[in-house]
């Protein structure tokens, strides 16, 4: 299997804490992504990172990536209840079309 | 506009039944995607395709057939259901080879 993995499983945190979580991935990449998925729901494009870049943010969202280590973080600041979710790491290698998703963190935000 | 719609959203079947689960996008997006969700195991590509009338061969095929008649369309097939395929299935499409996914909210499925 190609699916990466994140760390922790899961992520209880207090509300206006920061939130981190890990991917760790197996192949050369293009890009790596990360999703959103709220109980019941789809998942929902966060952000993107190429391959060339070592960070990158979107609002409260910081993305960094270590293509040597094969692993990127995602870091949410300042977390609200409305950010409790699973989140999940997603790679697009550098040659195919396929889409390789991480297991996930689930991350609950205690008001 | 409504991205991604999936249906049905929850089906029980019995074993050796079949069935189609349909994807439409109103996006105009050349490539779309079926993965299978089951707990712990993160999203799991079944088939996947890159324009209308292709098909190909994801992480996990066995047991299902896809078809892409129309761009906008695509269609999972279980021919003869088994309970290894209780899961929740979601359909995803993009614009670009690598760029971000649009999803469905998924299709529940429970096979007896």
Known sequence: SQQGEEDPQALSIQEGENATMNCSYKTSINNLQWYRQNSGRGLVHLILIRSNEREKHSGRLRVTLDTSKKSSSLLITASRAADTASYFCATSPNTGNQFYFGTGTSLTVIP | ?112
């Open chain 2, 1 to 112: 506009n409504a991205g991604v719609t999936q249906t049905p959203k929850f089906r029980v079947l019995k074993t050796g039944q079949s069935m189609t689960l349909l994807c439409a996008q109103d996006m105009n997006h050349e490539y779309m995607y079926w993965y299978r969700q089951d707990p712990g195991m993160g999203l799991r590509l079944i088939h996947y395709s890159v324009g209308e009338g292709t098909t190909a061969k994801g992480e996990v095929p066995d047991g299902y057939n896809v078809s892409r008649l129309k761009k906008q369309n695509f269609l999972l097939g279980l021919e003869s259901a088994a309970p290894s395929q209780t899961s929740v299935y979601f359909c995803a499409s993009r614009l670009v080879p690598r760029g971000p996914q649009h999803f469905g909210d998924g299709t529940r499925l429970s096979i007896l």
